[in-house]
């Protein structure tokens, strides 16, 4: 995905973020244009998966 996908559907992929792991907080998935390395590093501390794995998990949303 990339980061114009991610842009447009950023509230639509963040409610399913947050369905598939209830742990999520809206301040782990603040989107900041220009910040999606910070984003993806947040996301592998909390769910505990490389930056590929969680690339691959928002894909498959």
Avoid: F, H, P, R
């Avoid at 447009?8 to 963040?14: A, I, V």
């Avoid at 809206?26 to 769910?47: C, F, M, N, P, V």
């Amino acid at each position: 995905m990339n980061t114009q996908s991610i842009k447009g559907n950023w509230n639509e992929l963040k409610g399913k973020l947050k369905q598939k792991y209830a742990d999520l907080t809206d301040d782990d998935l603040l989107y900041t244009e220009g910040k999606e390395d910070e984003l993806y590093g947040k996301l592998q501390q909390k769910l505990g998966k490389t930056k590929d794995e969680v690339k691959k998990e928002i894909d498959s949303l």
